[in-house]
């Protein structure tokens, strides 16, 4: 349906630096404190049959390193360099500030985070700690400053990781300082704070800046702009605890790439398409949370979604598991062969490697049972035969980076919106982003505020905030002879979660040439005629009364409160959605829309 185009791959120095292998990188995770120095020469081994030539080390090993708060015990991490260099495997050298020491927690007891329901945590997992704390942020920089000083000229160092997985949330007095802090910087004035969250619904009206909490446990729906604003605020907070560590390593090592691994999931307040900016190549962690056809399309959306955080540079998928994977509650198993379908899939997408969590499978702790290269049962597993084929398999594979014509929004802020208080339906933004990738089949992805100018279709799912700029850089892509598809619940309120008045879809109803009046769910299927389809369609989950402005409509509901009415319209180039298809009807729409304006 679409045609791609694949680009060579110019790689800049920022990402090479001094010591990126040339072609795909091919690792994953190495823990050797978790295990005797006699396993480690076994280890060289394995990773030289598989064709390892990267290793991240020592992302949680703080308090091995640090054992105590003024003991540095950096030699067996020296050691394990040199082995890595001696067997030609370069090292992604981590910060381990991820999983602060016992000590560290008994010596700063304010530096654990509390969740919002007042509940201060304790040390004893992992991301204990509250990322505003000044003393969190101090002995962070002291750790990072001892491995930087320590390793910088290691020949083995390739490249430097950052932190883990950034995050985590925190409630605490030092968060709600640094909370007040950003929305003084935000928004100036009280009134302008009072304006943009509405707090004179339910007389949350703000007189002092010492009264805003973060927000915390209360007794019914939270204010949405505050909530927005905390996410947003989390985000900052994290941003600069990277930052503040990225810059130290900068300095006293400018030719050596630095990242961190972007996790991806509806917890995690992070803005990745902001974020992408501040490292020298993005990486990802990508576990999918289903098995089968599922895992595919997830895994499909994931490397596109990371190419377009690259902005259309080599990204690198640095954790994905070669077997069993933790999601909330329980696990659950790539199928033999999956393996190197999802691997090659990422780097269809542009990976420059493939990376594995872990190299060997621990005997103890939470993730035991989480899949590894060497798993419990060694090296004698169709997991290792797997990961020695596709070793081989990429050693000849061409790296490339795709791109396509047809553009598809993300938005970390509509997400976060969308999983706020007092929404008009409980919808699944990542879901309905998926849907319409799916019914692509692949896309890039791009982000509001930045140009789409590049792309023939630009698709927005549920793009539930949208700002005047970003509405006009749509309006504008269709006056230039763009397509634009847009779906339900987009464009609906501002960036501070207010609704735009005068009917939805707010500040796109000029271009779309339509006046939504009315939402409704949908308890049952609807039937739509739509003349263009071959078969008869159904409308699913959400319906809206709209009236064309412009517009014609290209499907009608059949039944329900709406029979009659348009259900799917078009004004020039500019197509609406306002009920949910399936996944073969929006698959068959989505090449209608794109066959019919070619
Ligand atoms: C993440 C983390 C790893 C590990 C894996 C597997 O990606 O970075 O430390 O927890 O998930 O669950």
Redesign the pocket.
């Known amino acids: 349906m679409l045609t791609q185009q694949t680009v060579n791959v110019a790689y800049d120095r920022a990402i090479d630096g001094r010591g990126l292998p040339a072609g795909l990188c091919y690792g994953g995770?190495y823990n050797p404190e978790q295990w005797p120095e006699s396993v480690w020469q076994e280890d060289m081994a394995l990773m030289r049959t598989a064709g390892v030539n990267l290793v991240t080390v020592g992302?949680?090993a703080w308090s091995s390193l640090q054992p105590r708060p003024d003991v540095f015990e950096l030699d067996w991490l020296a050691r394990v360099l040199d082995l890595l260099h001696a067997h030609g495997i370069g090292a992604v050298l981590a910060t381990p500030t991820?999983s602060p020491p016992p000590w560290f927690s008994r010596l700063h007891p304010d530096a654990l985070p509390m969740t919002a329901d007042g509940v201060r945590l304790i040390h004893g997992s992992?991301d204990t700690y509250c990322p505003s704390a000044p003393a969190y942020l101090a002995a962070a920089r002291t750790i990072c400053a001892t491995l930087v000083a320590r390793f910088r000229d290691h020949p083995a160092l390739a490249m430097w990781h950052v932190h883990?997985?950034y995050g985590a949330v925190c409630h605490c007095p030092h968060s709600t300082a640094a909370f007040r802090t950003w929305l003084r910087d935000r928004y100036r004035t009280l009134d302008a704070l009072n304006d943009a969250w509405t707090t004179a619904f339910w007389g949350q009206g703000y007189g002092d800046w010492d009264e805003i909490e973060t927000p915390r446990a209360t007794r019914y729906l939270a204010n949405p702009g505050q909530d927005l604003d905390f996410r947003r605020f989390c985000s900052d907070a994290l941003l600069a605890a990277y930052v503040q560590q990225r810059d130290l390593i900068r300095a006293a090592t400018p030719d050596v790439p630095v990242t961190t691994?972007f996790?991806f999931g509806p917890w995690v307040p992070v803005d990745h398409a902001r974020w992408a900016k501040e490292v020298d190549i993005v990486a990802i962690?990508d576990?999918p949370s289903e098995a089968g056809p599922g895992a595919d399309d997830q895994t499909a959306f994931a490397g596109d979604l990371a190419r377009g955080w690259a902005r259309g540079r080599p990204w690198l998928l640095?954790?994905s598991?070669p077997n069993l994977?933790?999601t909330p509650g329980r696990m659950h198993a790539k199928e033999p062969g999956r393996l190197a379908v999802h691997s090659l899939a990422h780097v269809a997408r542009g990976s420059r490697g493939v990376m594995f969590?872990?190299w060997r499978q621990p005997r103890g702790g939470?993730?035991r049972f989480?899949s590894a290269v060497v798993t419990h049962a060694g090296a004698d597993t169709r997991v290792f035969r797997e990961v020695v084929a596709l070793g081989e398999r990429l050693r000849t594979t061409v790296p490339a980076v795709p791109r396509h014509p047809t553009a598809i929004v993300f938005d970390a802020h509509s997400w976060w919106a969308l999983q706020g208080p007092g929404l008009p339906t409980a919808v699944d933004y990542l879901a309905e982003v998926r849907a319409a990738h799916k019914a692509l089949g692949a896309a890039d992805v791009v982000f509001p505020g930045e140009p789409v100018d590049a792309y023939r279709t630009v698709v927005v799912p549920a793009l539930f905030l949208l700002d005047d700029a970003y509405a006009e850089v749509l309006r504008r892509h269709v006056l230039r002879g763009g397509t634009l598809v847009v779906s339900y619940l987009s464009g609906v309120c501002d960036a501070y979660a207010r609704v735009r008045l005068g009917g939805y879809p707010g500040a796109l109803r000029d271009v779309l040439g339509i006046r939504v009046e009315e939402f409704q769910p949908l308890a049952a299927p609807v039937e739509l005629g739509f003349p263009a389809a071959a078969v008869p369609e159904t409308g699913m989950f959400w319906s809206e009364r709209i009236h064309l402005r412009g517009a014609v409509a290209e499907a009608t509901y059949l039944g329900g409160s709406w029979k009659g009415l348009p259900a799917i319209t078009r004004h020039g180039r500019a197509w609406y959605l306002s009920t949910r298809l399936g996944p073969e009807a929006y698959a068959r729409t989505m090449a209608h829309i794109v066959n019919t304006e070619r």
């Open positions: 995770d992302v949680f991820a992992r883990n997985e691994n996790v962690d576990y640095m954790e598991a994977i933790h969590f872990q939470a993730e989480h």
